[in-house]
């Protein structure tokens, strides 16, 4: 049974941090490219950063750059998003992807709410 549970998402002040935390069972975490996406009110999901299977290579959204690090260990099968200087805008559903350019297999976590509040 494939699974991606997130976690570590809550309430900050902005200008906090937060490290949210993706762990993957069921399937082959190191062969897949995993992503970090969100959702907020009334918007859609975009997706805010993207690390290649061997984590050398990642990708950002404009608007999270040199504030979000995404990174991941295929050891402990778990995917991570590191957020810095968090502003009121990133409030949102935060969701763990993972995606095979060779089945097209793409699995989805349930998502963790994160809220910038002061």
């Known amino acids: 049974q494939v699974q991606l549970v997130e976690s570590g998402g809550g309430l900050v002040q902005p200008g906090g941090s937060l490290r949210l935390s993706c762990a993957a069972s069921?399937?082959?975490?190191?062969?897949?490219?995993m992503s970090w996406y969100r959702q907020a009110p009334g918007k859609e999901r975009e997706r805010v950063a993207t690390?290649?299977?061997?984590?050398?290579?990642?990708t950002y959204a404009d608007s999270v750059k040199d504030r979000f690090t995404i990174s991941r260990d295929n050891d402990k099968n778990t995917l991570y998003l590191q957020m810095n200087n968090l502003k009121p805008e990133d409030t949102a559903v935060y969701y763990c992807n993972g995606w095979s350019s060779w089945s097209q297999y793409e699995y989805w976590g349930q998502g963790t709410q994160v809220t910038v509040s002061s």
């Open positions: 690390i290649t299977v061997s984590g050398i290579t990642t």
């Open positions: 069921g399937f082959t975490f190191s062969s897949y490219v």
